[in-house]
């Protein structure tokens, strides 16, 4: 039997098929009250002029890695900054058919990046320009992106289902009404303020009160709001389902 040092020394990778890896990332945000995602237009071919996802072939480095060098540079952040620190980052999914890029064989790992308080995009140098637009205002993107979106949305709804995620995007310190806007944003979806604050209060450890209430009156001109701030939970049971999938489950 070949040692290992004579099979790699014979070994030439020309033998097989070339495949090149990316990273694709999800990134949302919210901006004035309406879930966002990150966007940049291909300054070059393939798919030139065309909006995509930001994203990027890997390098030698982690995926990890990939994925925030790729967001910070459509962000014009680097990745030890106050907001990308914040961030929450997690794969989403691995892209692989043939075809998706007409280039060569490309697979790409889809991130999902999720934080407040994002600024004003600046595109990387492969970007004609980056924008941030309402997940409802996307359409025709780029190579298979829209599938990818389509699913990075659904991780994210599903994370504020059964996480205390939605608590990043308030103050250390909210009102439920508050609390229940960055649920709406998220979901698309109205929420009902009743059910939603006794379904919160309702969840072990979610939120918990400080005792102190809200400088101005509630929404519709009553006693001012009670104050809460994030809980020691890290997964939310039971979960707070979208109103969608409640009218699906019964």
């Not at 995620?165 to 979806?189: H, K």
């Not at 379904?199 to 072990?204: D, G, H, Q, R």
Request: with cysteine; hydrophobic share 40%; charged share 30%.
């Amino acid at each position: 039997m070949t040692d290992e040092a004579s099979f790699l020394a014979e070994y030439d990778p020309r033998d097989y098929p070339a495949v090149a890896v990316t990273v694709d990332v999800v990134a949302l945000t919210i901006r004035d009250g309406k879930l966002c995602v990150l966007l940049v237009e291909r300054g070059e071919q393939p798919f030139a002029g065309r909006r995509a996802l930001p994203g990027g072939f890997v390098r030698e480095e982690t995926l990890d890695d990939a994925a925030l060098r790729e967001l910070a540079e459509e962000t014009g952040l680097h990745p030890g900054e106050g907001p990308l620190q914040r961030v929450h980052l997690e794969q989403l999914r691995t892209y692989g058919n043939p075809g998706r890029d007409p280039r060569m064989r490309v697979v790409s790992v889809a991130y999902l990046a999720f934080a407040p308080h994002l600024p004003e995009p600046t595109a990387g140098s492969d970007a004609a320009g980056a924008f941030w637009v309402p997940v409802d205002k996307v359409e025709d993107l780029a190579f298979d992106h829209d599938q990818i979106l389509a699913e990075g949305l659904d991780r994210a709804r599903d994370k504020l289902e059964y996480t205390p995620l939605a608590t990043a995007f308030v103050d250390s310190e909210f009102t439920i009404s508050e609390l229940r806007a960055v649920y709406t944003a998220v979901w698309g979806e109205e929420l009902h303020a009743g059910n939603f604050h006794r379904k919160v209060l309702s969840v072990p450890g979610f939120v918990e009160s400080t005792g102190a209430t809200a400088t101005r009156g509630g929404e519709r001109g009553g006693p001012k709001a009670k104050l809460y701030r994030a809980g020691d939970a890290t997964l939310l049971h039971p979960a707070l389902l979208r109103p969608t999938r409640e009218d699906r489950i019964r």
